[in-house]
């Protein structure tokens, strides 16, 4: 089987989380190219997805040893970071991997992410903004461009993304939650309860929500 195909193959079953076939597929597709970068790149991403964060890790630099430019081991990196909880360190990695040419949604999103976790709203809303273009029916790029937008205090445009939000996704508790959030800030209290409850019925676990429709019930009371 040629290596393409068994990138392919591999594709498929980490898709299906048959991490297991994946690998294999893709040790073969290392065994038979030891010098191309992808084949580490795939390996290290189904390690990464599986949680052998460290194993991971060590793909991608074999990768960065092939090939410096090998923008996707800057992105499976910056990934790794994220889940730990160190995004300056991710936010460098995915900077690099959109330096290199890797332009597609998924890389803008995180990059906007990690600029969001750094409490730097403004500078992540044009990478959430591309996300969201790039990928217009991903629901969680335009829910979190919404809250990105509330943090600037653009409220009316954060609103627009929230009922994107549940265009695509009709049980996202916490679009409500925020819709309501922006409701009860323009003191339609009615409608605020109203989607309090709605994101409660998404997601009977939801504390905030259900606050938020307590408070809302308390202050419609005669």
Excluded: W
Aim: proline share 3%.
């Amino acid at each position: 089987m040629s290596v393409a195909n068994l990138n392919e193959q591999g594709l498929a079953h980490m898709r299906a989380g048959e991490y297991e076939e994946a690998l294999r597929c893709f040790s073969e597709a290392v065994n038979e190219h030891p010098d191309d970068p992808a084949g580490y790149i795939n390996i290290g991403t189904v390690l990464a997805a599986a949680g052998e964060e460290e194993k991971a890790l060590e793909c991608f630099r074999q990768a960065l040893m092939l090939d410096e430019r090998a923008a996707a081991a800057y992105y499976g990196i910056g990934t790794v970071h994220y889940r730990r909880e160190q995004f300056a360190q991710a936010k460098d990695m995915f900077e690099r991997a959109l330096a290199l040419g890797l332009n597609d949604a998924d890389t803008h999103f995180m990059l906007g992410m990690s600029l969001c976790r750094l409490e730097m709203p403004r500078l992540a809303l044009p990478y959430l903004q591309r996300a969201a273009e790039l990928n217009e029916e991903d629901a969680e790029a335009l829910f979190q461009l919404g809250l990105c937008l509330a943090a600037l205090d653009y409220v009316d445009e954060a609103k627009r993304y929230f009922e994107k939000t549940l265009e695509r996704n009709p049980r996202h508790a916490d679009a409500y939650y925020n819709l309501g959030v922006i409701y009860a800030y323009k003191d339609d209290l009615a409608a605020a309860r109203d989607l309090f409850a709605a994101a409660l019925d998404a997601n009977p676990d939801h504390v905030l929500a259900g606050y938020g429709k307590k408070l809302m019930e308390k202050r419609l009371a005669p």
